[in-house]
């Protein structure tokens, strides 16, 4: 069993973990202390090629287990996440640094999606037609691809890559996971777990490391297809890669999301949803409500309490049982240092920061990398905070005279992930709902993130690819239709089924 306090990251090959000595090492921080805990290898070729042998010697008999068989392995899987929750969620937010809280809700969601794959006999059900000609009768069935490869970012540790493998896996592939390097430790403990539920040896493996790790696992030519979850450029570069050596991609990019909030709204829970979408785990999330645009009179009621509510949001360590705060920091300090660039360029093109969280101290953990809540009012599409993700806890203010104007704004975005209406009127609701150009949407719904049984549908530079993760897309993703036609003739058996 792997020890959650190990200082050196081992890759899982084959059922057994490894060190990886003499290989350049990156630093595995946790944020709220800004101290380092673990050094993570990057691995290379030569590692990611031990590791996509392994996943493809084990192909033939995992493909050839019966689906019940291989769904027993994650039922079993379900028992053991729920008998080692604590310990991953304090996993999770020690190298991440999000609250406790908003880990056991990140493992959860987790948690589902391996709840959705144990479906797997049902979800491989394909569709039969009698008599599609005289005599002839026609039948679909969903077959396993090989190995598939999960590559995932630093924000959700847990839960990104259970998007992924538990559904390829029981689709019947067999997979290599590149967990993000900045949180390698909560992706090894779920790894262990599975492997402690029965999965057989070199079903599941695991490499660490960066650019050079990514780039052997998207060319090499035993790889079927990939999963993606990061930012924008990266998805991009994974997708056009990937695609180019043959590969079946789905590349979940970065994010933009408008929270459009009418006249009409109820505004207490709209500024509790609202701060919830732009601070939960310092925002850095893809559905971060990221820009409220105040429609009409709307910015006079809801602005006040939203700054209310930010200034008295307490920011502090997140790695003590007790007292938690309610936002722990960001990842690392030169992502600190980028989210308040970002906010500095907003005051430069003209807008104004009406709740500033920069200059925050901490005294318990001074050398953490914390932001408090921060405002941006007055910001307008031309400018660089309204166009690029600033991933970290920055409210962007717009205002809009009409909803027309509101969609208009949104739609103007590049992005296309999430986007929310806070509205008391159908009519404005269905509207939006209609017009608004993004993949998850939400009506007095802060976050609207899908859960796992539906895709996770981003649209526009949020997404590279046809078939989403998760859902019936993600069976479809992970699985080949095999159309069989089947005749059979009566004539030479001795009509032996004849009475
Ligand atoms: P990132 O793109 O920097 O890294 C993601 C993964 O790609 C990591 O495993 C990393 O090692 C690898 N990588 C980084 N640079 C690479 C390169 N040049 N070539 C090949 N591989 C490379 O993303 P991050 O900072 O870890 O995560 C934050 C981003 O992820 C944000 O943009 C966020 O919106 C996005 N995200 C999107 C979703 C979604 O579903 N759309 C969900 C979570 C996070």
């Given at each position: 069993?792997?020890?959650?306090?190990?200082?050196?990251?081992?890759?899982?090959?084959?059922?057994?973990?490894?060190?990886?000595?003499?290989?350049?090492?990156?630093?595995?921080?946790?944020?709220?202390?800004?101290?380092?805990?673990?050094?993570?290898?990057?691995?290379?070729?030569?590692?990611?090629?031990?590791?996509?042998?392994?996943a493809?010697?084990?192909?033939?008999?995992?493909?050839?287990?019966?689906?019940?068989?291989?769904?027993?392995?994650?039922?079993?899987?379900?028992?053991?996440?729920?008998?080692?929750?604590?310990?991953?969620?304090?996993?999770?937010?020690?190298?991440?640094?999000?609250?406790?809280?908003e880990?056991?809700?990140?493992?959860?969601?987790?948690?589902?999606?391996?709840?959705?794959?144990?479906?797997?006999?049902?979800?491989?059900?394909?569709?039969?037609?009698?008599?599609i000609?005289?005599?002839?009768?026609?039948?679909?069935?969903?077959?396993?691809?090989?190995?598939?490869?999960?590559?995932?970012?630093f924000?959700?540790?847990?839960?990104?890559p259970?998007?992924?493998?538990?559904?390829?896996?029981?689709?019947?592939?067999?997979?290599?996971?590149?967990?993000?390097?900045k949180?390698?430790?909560?992706?090894?403990?779920?790894?262990?777990?599975?492997?402690?539920?029965?999965?057989?040896?070199?079903?599941?493996?695991?490499?660490?490391?960066?650019?050079?790790?990514?780039?052997?696992?998207?060319?090499?030519p035993?790889?079927?297809?990939?999963?993606?979850?990061?930012?924008?450029?990266?998805?991009?570069?994974?997708?056009?890669?990937?695609?180019?050596?043959?590969?079946?991609?789905?590349?979940?990019?970065?994010?933009?999301?408008?929270?459009?909030?009418?006249?009409?709204?109820?505004v207490?829970?709209?500024?509790?949803?609202?701060?919830?979408?732009?601070?939960?785990c310092?925002?850095?999330?893809?559905?971060?409500?990221?820009?409220?645009?105040?429609?009409?009179?709307?910015?006079e009621?809801?602005?006040?309490?939203?700054?209310?509510?930010?200034?008295?949001?307490?920011?502090?360590?997140?790695?003590?049982?007790?007292?938690?705060?309610?936002?722990?920091?960001?990842?690392?300090?030169?992502?600190?240092?980028?989210?308040?660039?970002?906010?500095?360029?907003?005051?430069?093109?003209?807008?104004?920061?009406?709740?500033?969280?920069?200059?925050?101290?901490?005294?318990?953990?001074?050398?953490?990398?914390?932001?408090?809540?921060?405002?941006?009012?007055?910001?307008?599409?031309?400018?660089?905070?309204?166009?690029e993700?600033?991933?970290?806890?920055?409210?962007?203010?717009?205002?809009?005279?009409?909803?027309?104007?509101?969609?208009?704004?949104?739609?103007?975005?590049?992005?296309?992930?999430?986007?929310?209406?806070?509205?008391?009127?159908?009519?404005?609701?269905?509207?939006?709902?209609?017009?608004v150009?993004?993949?998850?949407?939400?009506?007095?719904?802060?976050?609207?993130?899908?859960?796992?049984?539906?895709?996770?549908?981003?649209?526009?530079?949020?997404?590279?690819?046809?078939l989403?993760?998760?859902?019936?897309?993600?069976?479809q993703?992970?699985?080949?239709?095999?159309?069989?036609?089947?005749?059979?003739?009566?004539?030479?058996?001795?009509?032996?089924?004849?009475?």
């Amino acid at each position: 069993m792997l020890e959650l306090s190990v200082t050196s990251v081992p890759v899982f090959i084959s059922g057994e973990w490894r060190e990886i000595p003499d290989v350049a090492t990156g630093p595995v921080f946790n944020p709220s202390r800004g101290e380092v805990i673990a050094e993570v290898p990057m691995c290379g070729k030569e590692h990611v090629d031990l590791a996509v042998e392994a996943a493809a010697e084990a192909f033939p008999a995992w493909r050839d287990t019966p689906p019940v068989e291989r769904a027993r392995v994650f039922y079993r899987y379900c028992q053991l996440v729920e008998k080692n929750f604590d310990r991953m969620c304090a996993s999770v937010t020690r190298e991440h640094g999000k609250t406790l809280a908003e880990a056991r809700g990140s493992v959860y969601r987790g948690l589902e999606n391996i709840e959705f794959a144990c479906a797997a006999p049902t979800l491989l059900m394909g569709d039969t037609l009698e008599e599609i000609a005289r005599g002839v009768d026609c039948e679909t069935m969903l077959q396993p691809l090989g190995v598939c490869v999960g590559i995932t970012p630093f924000n959700f540790p847990a839960m990104v890559p259970m998007w992924m493998f538990p559904l390829a896996l029981v689709c019947g592939n067999t997979f290599v996971l590149k967990p993000s390097e900045k949180v390698p430790l909560s992706a090894n403990l779920i790894v262990d777990l599975l492997a402690q539920a029965g999965l057989p040896k070199g079903v599941l493996n695991v490499v660490h490391g960066g650019r050079e790790c990514v780039d052997a696992l998207l060319t090499h030519p035993k790889v079927k297809a990939i999963s993606f979850v990061g930012s924008s450029p990266v998805a991009r570069h994974i997708y056009e890669t990937g695609t180019r050596h043959g590969k079946r991609v789905q590349a979940n990019g970065g994010a933009k999301n408008y929270v459009v909030v009418m006249p009409d709204a109820d505004v207490p829970r709209a500024v509790e949803a609202l701060s919830t979408a732009a601070y939960g785990c310092a925002g850095e999330r893809c559905m971060a409500g990221s820009t409220v645009i105040a429609v009409g009179p709307a910015s006079e009621r809801v602005l006040p309490a939203l700054v209310e509510a930010a200034r008295a949001m307490k920011v502090g360590p997140t790695d003590v049982a007790q007292p938690q705060p309610d936002m722990g920091p960001v990842i690392t300090a030169q992502h600190r240092d980028r989210v308040l660039s970002l906010v500095a360029s907003g005051e430069k093109e003209g807008a104004k920061v009406i709740a500033d969280g920069r200059g925050i101290r901490v005294p318990d953990a001074p050398n953490g990398f914390y932001i408090a809540p921060t405002i941006v009012d007055f910001v307008e599409d031309k400018m660089t905070i309204a166009r690029e993700e600033v991933f970290g806890p920055v409210l962007n203010v717009m205002r809009m005279e009409d909803l027309d104007g509101a969609i208009e704004a949104a739609n103007k975005s590049a992005y296309g992930n999430g986007a929310a209406i806070f509205t008391n009127s159908g009519k404005a609701a269905r509207e939006f709902k209609h017009r608004v150009k993004a993949g998850m949407v939400g009506i007095n719904i802060g976050v609207p993130a899908t859960m796992a049984m539906f895709p996770f549908t981003g649209w526009g530079e949020s997404f590279y690819g046809d078939l989403h993760i998760q859902g019936k897309e993600g069976v479809q993703f992970y699985t080949q239709q095999k159309v069989v036609s089947t005749r059979w003739f009566g004539d030479g058996v001795g009509d032996v089924w004849k009475k």
